[in-house]
């Protein structure tokens, strides 16, 4: 089974993150622990709801994301190391 509660997120990155999860039907989020334990609550007590958000996880999901996002970012820096090797890791 696969659902999500988000209750807070950083800027940036990981509100596109709780868009992503909301949009696509496989959580909630919410900031307030009475809202979170209810509908927490609510998905335990129906299997058919947890089917629901378990389905549309799985159907959100991108199982070789991690692995192309490294690919994408070795790619780059084999570009940086070609173009002369400065800066090829700022921090």
């Given at each position: 089974r696969a659902c999500a509660v988000a209750h807070r997120h950083l800027p940036g990155?990981?509100?596109?993150?709780?868009?992503?999860?909301?949009?696509?039907?496989?959580?909630?989020?919410?900031?307030?622990?009475?809202?979170?334990?209810a509908t927490v609550s609510r998905w335990l007590?129906?299997?058919?709801?947890?089917?629901?958000?378990?389905?549309?996880?799985?159907?959100?999901?991108?199982?070789g994301a991690t692995a192309d996002i490294v690919r994408d970012v070795l790619r780059l820096l084999e570009d940086r190391l070609e173009e002369g090797g400065q800066g090829a890791v700022d921090a």
């Open positions: 990155q990981e509100t596109g993150n709780v868009r992503h999860v909301l949009s696509n039907g496989f959580g909630a989020y919410s900031r307030n622990p009475r809202t979170i334990a007590s129906s299997p058919s709801e947890l089917q629901t958000l378990s389905r549309n996880a799985r159907a959100a999901s991108r199982p």
